[in-house]
């Protein structure tokens, strides 16, 4: 057993999902080779998460056990009916390889088994309780090694779990969890380690030492996330550009608008995919969007606004981004308020600060263009959407992420203080970088308001 | 350079990388210091090509020469404001309580001002205050600095540099600190311009009032020259305070005394009420700011610092191959994935081979229709003494035919493959395999899988004409289409 850390050896039938479980532990999409068929790992493979500068947790991939009848009957030959103990049977085998050259990979498995500290057993619950797979469970008993039961494919295979719950029983494995790599969930990965912890009680404290290591890591990014959509959110609410008030120079304008949010949410998408770290090509239809600039799930795009479930009229069809005029209204009797309250000079340097610009604008004859409510809620549901497939999404799975939006009831709620956020956003355009006024993105009350946004985040149900 | 140096400066390489860390540094092992540590040693290495440092210690220089300035603008105007009040007042006598209030009240209101926006900074919107000040250093750097648009990354350095140096609780103590820096230099001006004139004029202190009674200036008096003496400053006694009320006639007749302790008091007032605590309040910001400088670290959960941190220090590190293959791997199937069979034979003997509940459940309907006679007598192929039993047995089986059921939706393993080999080898019968399709995978997936059954035949000799599909996702089976 290594005394500066701990070695996991990840075994099952081929194409159980072995190295599909490593690469979503390790958050590594380029470990190993994972592909639809049987014996696609051929070599043990090796990779580990460092608990801290000396000490990792190695976790060692393993080709499937494919023909494991035909060696179960082969051990239990060995010795002529003897009662001999199962490791010696396997090393016998071991010393013996040369007279069964067709179970190489076989032996492979078993060189991990014996040389690790404890044994992942990944299952496909899709399959049904097989001889095989009792004789591949009978052969890991032999290694005299702790063993801990992975069942993966959770949802698809969830008709099966009974009755592998009951087989597993049966062969005195208790201990096993559930971790599915394609449906993933962090709290799955941590009674992985807390399991481990129960079987290896000297390293309980090294274990304990991971798990607080991977909570913290997960916050972490969960809260980095969280601070690229809040900061995506106000960039677009916040922004506004100035127009003449022609219909030509509105509709530029407009144009313009549109594209500096495309931009600004395509380079979000390609944070939180880099953060996450997955791959550009996970995201359904990316190469438009990322790569050619073109946009298939055009956030503008009348279908898109439909799909949504919004009605378009005539006019928000014409100009997709929506002129908005500021409510000068407000504006004067907030100045109103303020001269006869008189006000500190401070004061009125704030009320300057926030109206100068717009009376300005009045009376030279100009407006400023916002983006409107409806595309801030589907830009703001479409990060959200797609946090929450990163979040649960394994390191080895093929399916593309669709954050696009649909009108299913129940996925497009927005927070409760929605109203009151983009009040305060529009309120402040000096907080958008993608105006072309100077920005203040650590200034105290946008940092508050980031912050109050990532805890919406959290407190999402699907987000824990 | 000192921690807070070399944070500012992993800030501002930041500050030039934009969103994620893109510049490369070079490659040397530091895997035993903290990220943190890798970082500032990130930073140090970068600051070489990129040159931030000099342009940190010039917005320094900037900031400090403004202090100065606005110093040496409030000392003038503490002298100036001493020297006006002494000229503008009426003959030689001036109005104690007057001049002293003149300096006091401004900056007591001043103080609470201060004390407000410090305690409660977060209650208060001072983000104009920041931009204001932001907006003036700007303005002046760009009025005085014909430099400044030499660097491309200038103006992102600079908003980082006062970012940082005023960011959190650092802003509120290096803004109190220049306050309080002000206010000493007001009254230290104040303070020498009093004693020069004092020195060179001669002036009767007087105090007037029209609506307190006189023992409220007695009051007054000694309350504020309770501190002057007892720190042995000559301070005016009861007699003297009586005698200096305008008009009142001076019995004493010490006139030359009674100046003396009250331009005593007036200087030991504006040093210890004034002088003195905006020196130590300065000081004591002083002391905050570096504490707080000590204190400061990097945001490390910003979404910058993770990528960096997954660059810098990953947390993972592959072992690479350790029992390498040696063998030389079976190709997959390349052939076509056109129809390749004839449908059923005419007679068979079925052998369901690792099936589940449900398929079994099929496979026994689909005898029925097709294999009546051994609908009670097929054999479900699950374990090896089962399989071994079969291979026993395949020779004396009196069919024309074995029909294997397989499950299409499982990849075949090199069991399977070994035991299909072995049927085929034990008996000259054509062996048959019948796919399952419950319908579960895509279309893609499918004919993936096909394919990989298609490979297991050509290995196993069986005929690809012998390859069945039967689609039990439909409600009647049917064979490959």
Redesign the interface.
């Known amino acids: 057993m290594s005394n500066s850390g701990l070695s996991v050896a990840v075994v099952g039938h081929a194409n159980a999902g072995k190295t599909s479980l490593i690469r979503t532990l390790l958050r590594d999409t380029d470990f190993g080779e994972v592909a639809d068929q049987a014996g696609t790992t051929r070599h043990v493979e090796g990779g580990a998460l460092a608990i801290d500068e000396t000490k990792n947790l190695a976790l060692f991939d393993t080709p499937g056990l494919e023909d494991s009848m035909r060696l179960f009957y082969l051990l239990s030959t060995f010795f002529d009916g003897q009662s001999v103990d199962g490791i010696e049977r396997l090393n016998y085998f071991l010393a013996h390889l040369s007279d069964y050259p067709e179970l190489e990979q076989e032996a492979k498995v078993l060189r991990a088994l014996l040389n690790n500290d404890i044994i992942f057993y990944v299952i496909d619950l899709r399959e049904p309780v097989l001889g095989k797979y009792r004789d591949e469970l009978h052969i890991l008993s032999y290694a005299a090694k702790p063993v801990i039961p992975v069942l993966n494919f959770t949802i698809e295979g969830a008709a099966n779990l009974e009755q592998w719950k009951t087989q597993l029983a049966r062969l005195n494995f208790h201990a096993f969890v559930s971790f599915d790599n394609v449906h993933f969930k962090f709290a799955d990965e941590l009674k992985i380690y807390q399991k481990m912890q129960t079987l290896l009680a000297e390293k309980e404290v090294l274990l304990q030492e991971l798990i607080n290591q991977r909570r913290q890591q997960w916050s972490e990014l969960f809260t980095a996330a969280g601070e690229l959509v809040g900061s995506l959110f106000i960039e677009c609410a916040s922004l506004r550009y100035k127009t003449l008030n022609g219909e030509q120079e509105i509709e530029q304008a407009t144009a313009k608008l549109q594209q500096a949010v495309r931009e600004a949410e395509k380079k979000c998408v390609r944070r939180l995919l880099k953060l996450y770290q997955f791959r550009k090509g996970d995201l359904e239809n990316s190469h438009l969007p990322v790569e050619q600039g073109g946009w298939e799930l055009d956030l503008f795009s009348a279908d898109n606004l439909q799909e949504f479930g919004i009605k378009l009229t005539g006019n928000i069809a014409k100009g997709a981004g929506l002129g908005v005029a500021i409510d000068l209204v407000t504006a004067g009797m907030t100045l109103g308020a303020a001269a006869v309250t008189g006000g500190i000079a401070g004061a009125l340097w704030g009320v300057k600060q926030r109206y100068f610009d717009e009376i300005q604008a009045k009376i030279k004859g100009s407006r400023y263009i916002c983006l409107n409510d409806v595309t801030l809620q589907v830009l703001w549901l479409r990060q959200v959407k797609l946090l929450q497939a990163l979040q649960k999404r394994g390191h080895a799975s093929f399916a593309k992420i669709d954050y696009q939006i649909t009108a299913q009831s129940g996925e497009n709620e927005l927070p409760q203080n929605w109203s009151k956020w983009l009040r305060k956003a529009r309120s402040h355009p000096n907080w958008s970088s993608l105006n072309s006024q100077s920005t203040d993105l650590a200034e105290n009350n946008r940092l508050l308001f980031m912050k109050e946004l990532c805890q919406e985040l959290v407190k999402g149900e699907s987000l824990r | 350079m000192n921690r807070f140096q070399q944070i500012l400066l992993a800030e501002g390489v930041r500050a030039v990388e934009g969103?994620?860390p893109s510049l490369a540094e070079h490659a040397e092992d530091k895997?035993?210091l903290s990220f943190e540590q890798l970082v500032l040693y990130r930073a140090g290495q970068l600051d070489l090509r990129l040159q931030i440092s000099p342009l940190f210690v010039h917005f320094k220089r900037l900031f400090v020469n403004l202090s100065f300035f606005l110093f040496f603008v409030l000392f003038i105007l503490g002298a100036g404001s001493v020297q006006k009040l002494f000229f503008s007042a009426q003959g030689t006598e001036v109005n104690f309580f007057w001049a002293f209030a003149l300096f006091f009240i401004p900056n007591l209101l001043t103080l609470l001002l201060w004390g407000l926006f410090y305690f409660q900074g977060?209650a208060l919107?001072?983000?104009?205050?920041?931009?204001?000040s932001l907006f003036s250093l700007k303005s002046f750097e760009k009025r005085f600095n014909q430099q400044s648009s030499q660097n491309p990354h200038y103006w992102s350095l600079f908003r980082c540099y006062f970012?940082v140096t005023f960011?959190r609780s650092l802003g509120r103590y290096q803004l109190s600190a220049l306050t309080h820096l002000l206010w000493f230099s007001y009254f230290c001006g104040a303070t020498l311009m009093l004693v020069v004139m004092l020195a060179t004029h001669q002036v009767d202190f007087v105090w007037q009032t029209s609506i307190l009674s006189v023992q409220s200036f007695q009051w007054l008096t000694e309350s504020l020259a309770y501190l002057p003496n007892l720190l042995g400053f000559p301070v005016p006694t009861i007699e003297q305070i009586q005698q200096s009320h305008l008009g009142a006639v001076n019995l004493l007749g010490d006139a030359e005394n009674t100046r003396f302790v009250w331009s005593s008091l007036l200087i030991s007032s504006l040093v210890l009420y004034g002088l003195l605590p905006r020196l130590l309040l300065m000081l004591l910001m002083r002391f905050l700011l570096t504490a707080g400088q000590n204190k400061f670290s990097l945001p490390?959960?910003?979404?910058y610092y993770?990528?960096l941190r997954?660059l810098l220090k990953?947390?993972?590190?592959?072992?690479?191959?350790?029992?390498?293959?040696?063998?030389v791997?079976q190709p997959?199937y390349q052939g076509s994935m056109e129809k390749h069979t004839h449908g059923l034979p005419e007679q068979f003997y079925p052998v369901a081979v690792?099936?589940?509940?449900k398929q079994l459940i099929q496979v026994k309907e689909h005898i029925k229709d097709y294999a009546p006679d051994y609908c009670d007598s097929f054999r479900h192929i699950?374990?090896?003494p089962?399989?071994q039993k079969l291979l026993a047995d395949i020779v004396n089986i009196n069919s024309d035919s074995v029909l294997l059921y397989l499950s299409l939706?499982?990849?075949?393993?090199?069991?399977l493959l070994?035991f299909i080999k072995a049927l085929t080898a034990r008996n000259n019968k054509p062996c048959y395999l019948l796919l399952i399709n419950d319908g579960?995978l895509s279309a893609e997936?499918l004919n993936?899988?096909r394919s990989?059954w298609y490979g297991l035949a050509q290995q196993a000799d069986v005929s690809l004409d012998n390859v069945i599909q039967l689609d039990c996702s439909k409600s009647n089976g049917e064979a490959y289409e």
């Open positions: 969103d994620s895997s035993a977060t919107n001072t983000g104009w205050l920041q931009r204001f970012q960011s490390l959960t910003n979404p993770v990528q997954q990953p947390n993972v590190t592959s072992l690479g191959i350790s029992d390498p293959d040696v063998c791997t997959a690792e099936l589940s509940e699950s374990d090896y089962s399989q939706q499982r990849a075949p393993d090199r069991g070994g579960l997936k993936k899988r990989d």
